[in-house]
């Protein structure tokens, strides 16, 4: 569900208009406009399916692309001083939080797990939760995860620990059909609602015909130089499989065409993937080599925080309990979204 909108300016007024689909699969029209502080400038954005407006400039929502076209608010994850014009003011920062999923079963078994889609252990649901611990007191407005489940099933566990108790809705893309029957219709119960976008852009990377073996017999079948050089090189894949430069390609580019973007419009994004797409968007965040990144090493369950600053991003490790006030005291954002979290929950 796409929209092109042109932007003009006329004193300080963006007047735009287009369509959606409504739950009877029929199209209405729409307009309205928004004031502006910015003048001059035309771009086209996408209506996206979330509800969500996002461009460069600016960041409009509304409730799952309804007619009034209600402003989502959250006085919580929604920082101001009380001015009426910290509304028009360019979001400072955003948070991003990256969780490579808890210990799958085939992790367990010792096997290549690669795409094969395998849920996680009962170790890997307690790593999930703990996660969760940890960023509890962390702002989080949308959610990316793989499509395989265990990536999934860590952010979905993680949310249940967190305060703010938002609960994460999967977003349906299948169909046209899909995406109208996971329509939700109440629109307080969709501002408590946080939009959890699957992508096979950030799945594991495919590691071919070692997919399902052991991981010790297969170092002794080929040799152990071989399989390190296949599992930790950066561009030489095992058999008919992915390097780690092939999924870096694709994890990178999804990162940057869709993730970003959301981040420079002030969203808080968790992204819950595996340690070879998150190796790649970490190469990309920390600008590292390919001879860096190959020695790079994430924990399962393990969060990491990085905040988006000025354009750039910033590494502020991971966050050890909700209750250690240094996490929170990195940026003056994060510490009033803690104040306000405590205030909320002890009014």
Partial sequence: MMAATSFHQAIGTIQYSGCF??????????????????????????????????????????????????????PVSSPSNGTKSDSKKKPSEAALILIRHGESMWNEKNLFTGCVDVPLTKKGVEEAIEAGKRISNIPIDMIYTSALIR?????????????????????????????????????????????????????????????????????????????????????????????????????????????????????NVMIAAHGNSLRSIIMYLDKLTSQEVISLELSTGIPMLYILKEGQFIRRGSPVAPTEAGVYAYTKRLAQYRQRLDEMLQS
Avoid at 36 to 51: P, Q, Y
Avoid at 228 to 251: F, K, T, V
């Fill in 21 to 74: 689909r409504n739950s009877n699969l029929n199209q209405v029209n729409w307009n309205y406009s928004f004031q502006l502080i910015s003048s001059g400038f035309k771009l086209d954005i996408a209506l996206l399916r979330t509800g969500t407006y996002c461009s460069r400039k600016r960041s409009f929502s509304n409730i799952q692309a309804s007619t009034s076209q209600s402003t989502v608010f959250d």
């Fill in 151 to 267: 990536a999934q099933m860590t952010a979905m566990l993680a949310m249940t620990e967190h305060r703010r108790k938002k609960v994460p809705i999967i977003l349906h893309d299948e169909s046209e059909q899909a995406r109208a029957w996971s329509q939700i219709f109440s629109e307080d119960t969709n501002k408590q609602c946080i939009p959890v976008i699957t992508a096979w852009q950030l799945n594991e990377r495919m590691y071919g015909e070692l997919q399902g073996l052991n991981k010790q017999e297969t170092a002794e079948r080929f040799g152990k130089e071989k399989v390190h050089e296949w599992r930790r090189s950066y561009d030489i894949p095992p058999p008919n499989g992915e390097s780690l430069e092939m999924c870096a390609q694709r994890a990178v580019a999804y990162f940057k065409e869709h993730i970003e973007p959301q981040l420079q419009c002030g969203k």
